[in-house]
């Protein structure tokens, strides 16, 4: 059987945070029954009035006409369907270890409802072997069903097929973007190639599962090594009294240097996380990753040391900081180094004021102190002695040069360095 013959009539999306509700909303939009799946009433009861609970370009579009339609539909606990996407988080632990709990327990949920012929996979990033991991929870949920192990073809299909979405392209992206297809067996794979050929239009590539765990981690790990490059390169210029855009923008005329922006830290639910999942794996094989990693997660420390030194010029100084988000125009905090410098900085003895337009209300973090306000953009700048930018967003770029000249500015990402 090819991948064009399977069909599905009802397929689920387990977990409707920033990878699973794009999914599910395009999904629905293909002429597919969706049952949306999450934990979190509030999430739930706001989808189901047709609301994103964040804020994506065209995803308020998408989801208004795949409610509207009935097509889409969320619950709090997984229902029979065709297939599975399991898309829920994996933070990791204090060792800096894998946490599948998420994973397990979602599992374990849709393991009671699976029936023969159906399709499970995972889309969470998670380290090498976890979708074995899914086969073995199923089993023990399930004893009477055969799972794709241990060369068994099994009657359940159980593949991983990452994501390789960017916020604030994610409707995009999740359609022309191509797919890694890691099956537990071919035909797995195969199974799992005729469900992402109903939205995908980029390139559907086999593998085999663990490989595919693999290579979502290489692609992180990758990117995390050339960012800590470039915020190295930021330390050493710092040190030397030069500027580090001019001298990364020279060297890139190089035709084979590519070197990146270097930044306050890394932050998000992908690069600043995933690495570790190799390097726990394989601590004596990962001295670059783990340097890497070093090297970024420092970078919020070295940020806080140039605003102190500034501070020291007043009694009490006023201190904006420009952003909390981990990357610009999107309102996704998620290990965000701008937070944790905004968290610190609200600890001092200074008056704090935060800008980030795109949230309404401020973290709990930060609502919950005295000596914190939120305020837009102009009014920052007018009452600030100090103004810190840490995110570059595009809301931020056009700030009036004569005001910047009359405060003390630190520029952690070179939006003004012109």
């Known amino acids: 059987m090819t991948a064009s013959n399977y069909s599905f009539k009802t397929i689920s999306v387990v977990g409707l945070g920033y990878i699973g509700l794009p999914t599910?909303?395009?999904?629905?939009?293909?002429?597919?029954?969706?049952?949306?799946?999450?934990?979190k009433e509030s999430v739930v009861n706001?989808?189901?009035?047709?609301?994103?609970?964040?804020?994506?370009?065209?995803?308020?579009?998408?989801?208004?006409?795949?409610?509207?339609?009935g097509k889409l539909r969320a619950v709090t606990e997984p229902l029979p369907a065709d297939a599975f996407i399991i898309a829920v988080p994996t933070p990791f632990l204090p060792d800096k270890s894998a946490d599948l709990s998420y994973v397990e327990s979602a599992t374990r949920a849709v393991a009671k409802v699976l029936k023969e012929g159906d399709l499970v996979i995972l889309e969470s990033t998670s380290p090498v072997g976890t979708t074995r991991k899914i086969c073995e929870w199923i089993a023990e949920e399930r004893p009477e069903l055969e799972l794709p192990l241990n060369g068994r073809p099994g009657n359940i299909n159980i593949a991983y097929c990452p994501e390789r979405i960017l916020p604030g392209r994610m409707v995009f992206e999740l359609v022309e973007n191509d797919r890694i297809i890691g099956g537990m067996s071919n035909a797995c794979a195969q199974r799992a190639e005729s469900l992402y050929r109903l939205f995908v239009r980029g390139a559907l590539l086999h593998t085999k599962a663990a490989v595919a765990e693999l290579v979502k981690l290489i692609e992180n790990a990758y990117r995390d090594?050339?960012?800590?490059?470039?915020?190295?390169?930021?330390?050493?210029?710092?040190?030397?009294?030069?500027?580090?855009?001019?001298?990364?923008?020279?060297?890139?005329?190089?035709?084979?240097?590519?070197?990146?922006?270097?930044?306050?830290?890394?932050?998000?639910?992908?690069?600043?996380?995933?690495?570790?999942?190799?390097?726990?794996?394989?601590?004596?094989?990962?001295?670059?990753?783990?340097?890497?990693?070093?090297?970024?997660?420092?970078?919020?420390?070295?940020?806080?040391?140039?605003?102190?030194?500034?501070?020291?010029?007043?009694?009490?100084?006023?201190?904006?900081?420009?952003?909390?988000?981990?990357?610009?125009?999107?309102?996704d905090l998620r290990e965000s180094p701008a937070l944790h410098i905004a968290n610190a900085l609200a600890q001092e003895d200074v008056n704090l004021i935060v800008v980030e337009p795109h949230i309404q209300d401020l973290p709990d973090s930060l609502a919950n102190r005295a000596n914190v306000e939120k305020k837009d953009f102009d009014?920052?700048?007018?009452?600030?002695?100090?103004?810190?930018?840490?995110?570059?967003?595009?809301?931020?770029?056009?700030?009036?040069?004569?005001?910047?000249?009359?405060?003390?500015?630190v520029d952690t990402v070179g939006l003004w360095q012109h």
């Open 24 to 39: 599910a909303a395009t999904l629905a939009t293909r002429g597919v029954e969706v049952i949306g799946v999450d934990v």
């Open 46 to 69: 706001r989808l189901n009035e047709g609301k994103a609970h964040f804020s994506e370009p065209d995803l308020d579009i998408l989801l208004e006409a795949a409610v509207t339609t």
């Open 225 to 331: 090594v050339n960012i800590a490059f470039a915020n190295e390169l930021s330390n050493v210029c710092e040190q030397m009294g030069l500027n580090v855009w001019e001298a990364i923008s020279l060297a890139n005329r190089h035709p084979r240097v590519n070197i990146l922006n270097p930044g306050p830290g890394v932050g998000g639910h992908c690069i600043a996380v995933d690495p570790w999942f190799l390097i726990s794996a394989a601590r004596d094989k990962t001295p670059l990753m783990a340097a890497a990693r070093e090297v970024n997660d420092g970078k919020p420390k070295r940020v806080l040391e140039q605003v102190r030194q500034q501070m020291d010029r007043f009694k009490r100084p006023v201190v904006a900081c420009l952003g909390l988000s981990y990357k610009p125009d999107i309102d």
């Open 379 to 409: 009014e920052a700048l007018r009452n600030a002695d100090i103004v810190v930018l840490l995110v570059g967003h595009a809301a931020f770029k056009n700030a009036p040069h004569d005001l910047l000249l009359s405060r003390i500015v």
